[in-house]
C-alpha cells in the first residue's frame, strides 16, 4: 500500500486548507485510514481516522468541529478539509493507514498504523 497526501502549503489563521491522500496498491487489505500531523520538535499527533466502510469518524478535540474528514468508495482517495486554522495547526501532516481493524478507542495509536505517505507541510501564518 502506497500514500501520497499533498495539499499543503501557507495560509493565514482563520484560513482555510483541503488535502488529500492518494491510495494505490493492495488498499482492501486495510481497514482503516486516517491523518496524523507532526509538529517540529514535537511528537506525533493523531487527527481523525475512520473505517474505510464508513461508519464512526474519530477526531482528535483539538480539531473537532474544524477539520472534516471524507473517503471515497473505491478507497482509492481521501480528504481533510481544514477551516478556522490555528498557528498551532502547523505541522507536517501524514496520511496513513491500518490492516487489522483495532476497536475505535486505539486508532489514536501511531504505533498500530501500518503504511504511511511522506506528509504534506502546512504552516499557518499572517
Known amino acids: 500500500v502506497q500514500l501520497q497526501a499533498s495539499g499543503g502549503g501557507l495560509v493565514q489563521p482563520g484560513g482555510s486548507l483541503r488535502l488529500s491522500c492518494a491510495a494505490s496498491g493492495r488498499t482492501d487489505s486495510t481497514s482503516v485510514i486516517g491523518w496524523f500531523r507532526q509538529a517540529p520538535g514535537k511528537e506525533r499527533e493523531f487527527v481523525v481516522a475512520?473505517?474505510?466502510?464508513?461508519?464512526?469518524?474519530k477526531y482528535a478535540d483539538s480539531v473537532k468541529n474544524r477539520f472534516t474528514f471524507s473517503t471515497n468508495n473505491a478507497r482509492n482517495t481521501v480528504w481533510l478539509q481544514m477551516n478556522m486554522l490555528k498557528p498551532e495547526d502547523t505541522a507536517v501532516y501524514l496520511c496513513a493507514a491500518m490492516s487489522r481493524r483495532y476497536n475505535t478507542g486505539s486508532w489514536s495509536r501511531s504505533d498500530l498504523y501500518d503504511y504511511w505517505g511522506q506528509g504534506t507541510l502546512v504552516t499557518v501564518s499572517s
Open positions: 475512520r473505517g474505510w466502510s464508513g461508519g464512526t469518524t
